[in-house]
């Protein structure tokens, strides 16, 4: 059956993205000497290539001060993650994250703090709003509350709070022309997040988090027994198809955004998008069997791509 697309969910993330906007920033100069600062970044690097071959791939094609930035804007999301996943124990969880929490909203953390250092340098320097930190941080804390997830509406709000603050937070870094461009960063940072959860059902499946909106799934006769045995079948492959169409679309929407950023930035958010949006071919390619294989994009496959994206971003496409 045939579903009809909603976008009720956008103006509310964009007030969000607006408030966090507007929200105090950091601009006090960091008590850290060059060798404190560099280590502190190397090890952000280091994160980056071991978590996240595209992010770091997409990151190289930035300048220097931003590639830096965007890299221990990613470890500080690494980390926020890690301490929601690693530990079995809510309560420990909480504490650890709430702990967190104060140590990246210092103005001069210690220099044996690496991700933290980081962040916070490039936070004074590219003038990054806190709230968007705060938002991310709330949103990936919803993992150790929420498991199941009834409308599109409801996952767009928490991909909001897991992958646009991420967006919004690397376009201070990247430049960016004014707050029009701030509804393409919350569709794009739905759109990879989506792009997620659509490639991890089945390990997200192991750890008990149900992602996929419920009514979507009920709409094309899908339970969770179904999705327990991993069954591939014409209700899957439609359920799929529907899922795909719409994320397909959100990227389609905020690729717009690209020609709002600074012109040495927009080949590294381009490919970034591209390439994660690649993997929707790859699960098309494989029959929508997202139980028995993870989907990714080669490295040979992500090469490939790059001279079209950048062709595409001078153009501001």
Same mark, same amino acid.
């Given at each position: =059956? ?67 930035? @965007?890299?221990?804007?990613?470890? %500080? ?17 909480? @504490?650890? $994250? ?17 991700v933290a250092l ?5 936070? !004074?320097? %590219? ?16 993992? $150790? ?6 409308? %599109?509406? /409801? ?13 919004? =937070?690397? =376009?201070? *870094? ?10 393409y960063a919350v ?7 989506? @792009?997620? *959860?659509?490639? /991890?059902?089945?390990? /997200?499946?192991? *750890? ?33 198809q529907f899922q ?8 389609? /929407?905020? =690729? ?6 600074? !012109? ?15 993997? $929707? ?9 997202? %139980? ?6 080669? $490295? ?12 595409? !971003?001078?153009?501001?496409?």
């Open positions: =059956m045939a579903l009809r697309l909603q976008n009720s969910w956008e103006h509310r993330l964009l007030t969000l993205a607006q408030e966090a906007l507007n929200s105090q920033t950091s601009s006090t100069h960091i008590f850290a000497n060059d060798d404190e600062l560099n280590a502190a970044y190397r090890h952000c690097d280091m994160l980056t290539r071991e978590h996240s071959r595209t992010f770091f791939m997409a990151s190289s094609l930035l300048p220097e001060h931003k590639r830096r930035a @965007t890299r221990a804007l990613y470890a %500080f999301c690494r980390i926020t993650d890690d301490i929601v996943d690693e530990f079995e124990d809510k309560d420990s969880a909480e @504490t650890t $994250l709430r702990a967190w929490r104060v140590r990246v909203a210092e103005t001069h953390p210690p220099a044996n703090d690496l980081a962040w916070a340098d490039a936070r !004074s320097q %590219f003038n990054i709003p806190n709230g968007y930190a705060e938002q991310l941080i709330d949103g990936v804390a919803r993992d $150790l509350v929420q498991t199941h997830y009834e409308t %599109f509406d /409801d996952l767009a709000a928490y991909s909001y709070g897991v992958a646009s603050t991420v967006g919004l =937070m690397a =376009m201070h *870094i990247i430049g960016f022309s004014g707050e029009e461009a701030l509804p569709k794009l940072g739905v759109a990879l997040q989506v @792009t997620n *959860i659509l490639r /991890d059902v089945a390990q /997200d499946w192991q *750890i008990s988090r149900r992602y996929l909106p419920l009514e979507d799934l009920h709409a094309f006769g899908i339970d969770e027994d179904f999705i327990e045995r991993g069954i591939v079948d014409n209700r899957w492959r439609k359920f799929m795909i169409a719409r994320n397909h679309q959100l990227y389609a /929407d905020s =690729m717009q955004g690209i020609a709002m950023l600074d !012109s040495d930035g927009r080949f590294a958010i381009g490919a970034a998008a591209e390439l994660y949006r690649a993997i $929707l071919s790859d699960i098309e390619k494989h029959d929508y069997d997202v %139980f028995s294989r993870r989907a990714h994009v080669s $490295l040979w496959g992500k090469l490939s791509r790059l001279p079209g994206i950048w062709r595409r !971003s001078r153009n501001g496409a």
